[in-house]
């Protein structure tokens, strides 16, 4: 076919009226065509082009540039420059409409918007790329001009938001800050159409979500805060029930408005105490995060936790509105068989309720929150067992030795270990954490102890000779310290000659703050108000422990030298 139609426009117009520009295009895109044969569709469809102007507006007929561009897309160099053959051909011909040349611009940005997004590679590349002397990010900028088509500010709002997030543009950097950033609020206006206000929030939260400096100019340009609440206020007025058509319209574009807005939110209030009392202060927003939560929408329910999540970081909110509106019976709800995308973001936004300074925690505490927690410390998903382990952390913090044994009877001595054995970091610190919580005022420590100490101690003698980091060593001295504390739990560390000598080696450590850790082992262990400490300091004396404490109090590390002393004092009283 294509060396019958070389220099032959008669040939080329006999195979356009057989019908054969649409199965060539067909071939095009198949993406199980071979890219031998793509190449060769473009080569022909290209000399195809170079023939009559009836030959042009007959491959414009069959759509053939949103084809040709969609194969730029392709990794083959020698089909993409077949492609672009094609297309400069096309557009060299006076009966190509000159709006058609603006659609290409469009496809263009698209195409650079879905690339750079959530890549760096490639973003850093088109933050270099030059066009007739100008870079691409100032050509960007230019398109987001108020004279410029919505869609064409809305694409490069994209598009430099997304350059922007993989880090090849700078979040201070003028063009984010004055152009894109005010753009995108524009775009959440009240006069735009419905769909550029879903895409011009959902974007603006996607560019300010990790940046605080970002958060803030947001939240003071135009109002944007307020500016907000009208989504969800669409429709105004129901639909006539007999329409179900437009019923289900309506339905949609109200839940794509209520998701783009507590997306917003959540991302305006994720670092900034101002901006979360300010949002909290719009008209009606607990309750309408609080509906948000029961949405018939899987998307929106998400998007609503996400929104909780951001605003349960504050401890004024915590404390007031989150109590006013009892945001935990919602909550609880939400967590029971949510899919885990909801699951990850509920249990973060619980393990903030459960903190101790919150109101929340107490009726939680009550409607069988261990149970809940337990389980989702057994799950696959990571982040879910992180999650479960923290808020029961939290829960342990200065709480009722009814509610420790509660937590212990629910996780299982057989669960515990298996997240003190995780392979994730996040989990064992965070095990480790609620560990210390539970062995923590003197009745607790001992109790505990009588119950579960022989598995305990196991378990740290294996983290303290294990291959892990600082941070996990250290909070198992930290434990070990809570356990020196206890009354008769300090004889389990005391009859256990191994874990004594891992305390001396780690008074010696390189590592400052393992050797204070292991110093507050001591310092419990040799208290000498205390019934049992002369025997207990004698022990330790004879394995050396007092030489390191005078090397230590010699120090240069001011805290090791006070502790060092400290301890020494206690053989002289």
């Known amino acids: 076919m294509k060396n019958a139609v070389i220099g032959n426009n008669k040939q080329k117009a006999n195979l356009i009226v057989l019908g054969a520009v649409p199965r060539l295009l067909y071939l095009l895109q198949q993406e199980t065509s071979s890219t031998e044969l793509r190449t060769e569709c473009a080569v022909v469809l290209g000399s195809l082009a170079m023939g009559t102007e009836n030959n042009v507006k007959s491959l414009l007929d069959c759509h053939i540039i949103p084809a040709l561009l969609q194969g730029l897309l392709s990794p083959d160099l020698k089909f993409i420059e077949a492609c672009l053959r094609c297309l400069r051909t096309i557009f060299i011909s006076p009966v190509t409409p000159e709006d058609l040349l603006y659609t290409v611009r469009m496809q263009a940005l698209k195409c650079f918007s879905v690339l750079a997004f959530e890549n760096p590679q490639v973003s850093m590349t088109l933050v270099n790329v030059s066009v007739d002397g100008e870079l691409l990010p100032q050509i960007f900028v230019k398109m987001l001009q108020r004279d410029k088509p919505i869609e064409m500010q809305l694409t490069s709002a994209k598009c430099l938001t997304s350059m922007c997030r993989a880090g090849a543009i700078r979040t201070d950097d003028s063009c984010i800050v004055l152009k894109t950033l005010p753009c995108l609020v524009r775009m959440c206006s009240k006069e735009r159409l419905l769909e550029e206000r879903v895409e011009g929030a959902e974007t603006l939260a996607y560019l300010i979500e990790t940046d605080v400096e970002l958060q803030r100019i947001a939240s003071i340009t135009d ?121 990850v973001v509920a249990s973060s936004t619980l393990c903030n309720l459960l903190l101790e300074f919150s109101p929340s925690k107490e009726p939680i505490l009550e409607s069988g929150a261990i149970e809940l927690l337990c389980s989702l410390t057994q799950s696959e998903n990571l982040a879910l067992r992180v999650n479960g382990i923290w808020a029961l952390m939290n829960m342990a913090f200065q709480a009722e030795q009814k509610i420790k044994s509660d937590i212990l009877r629910g996780l299982s001595t057989e669960q515990l270990f298996q997240l003190l054995s995780d392979s994730d970091v996040n989990v064992l610190m965070k095990t480790l954490g609620l560990l210390r919580n539970l062995l923590s005022t003197r009745p607790h420590i001992d109790h505990i102890m009588s119950t579960h100490g022989k598995q305990i101690m196991q378990a740290v003698t294996l983290i303290l000779e294990g291959e892990h980091n600082i941070e996990v060593k250290e909070q198992t001295l930290c434990i070990l310290a809570n356990i020196a504390d206890g009354t008769t739990a300090k004889e389990l560390i005391m009859t256990n000659d191994d874990i004594l000598q891992k305390i001396k080696y780690y008074m010696s450590h390189s590592n400052a703050k393992l050797q204070l850790a292991a110093m507050f082992c001591i310092s419990n262990l040799i208290w000498n108000e205390e019934e049992g400490s002369q025997e207990r300091q004698d022990k330790l004396r004879d394995m050396g422990i007092v030489d390191i404490l005078h090397k230590l109090s010699q120090s240069s590390d001011p805290n090791l030298c006070d502790k060092a002393k400290t301890a020494l004092q206690q053989y002289l009283a």
């Open 223 to 343: 109002h944007l805060i307020v500016m907000l609440a009208d989504y969800f206020k669409y429709p105004s007025s129901v639909s006539a029930i007999t329409d179900i058509k437009r019923l289900d319209h309506d339905l949609k574009h109200a839940h794509e408005l209520r998701q783009a807005a507590f997306k917003l939110y959540a991302s305006l209030g994720a670092n900034d105490e101002d901006i979360r009392k300010k949002i909290i202060e719009t008209e009606n927003m607990m309750d309408r995060i609080v509906n948000g939560l029961s949405e018939s929408s899987i998307k929106v329910r998400l998007a609503a936790v996400r929104c909780l999540h951001s605003l349960s970081r504050s401890v004024q909110q915590l404390r007031t509105s989150f109590q006013d509106h009892a945001v935990w019976k919602p909550l609880m709800k939400v967590l029971q068989n949510a899919p885990n995308e909801i699951l």
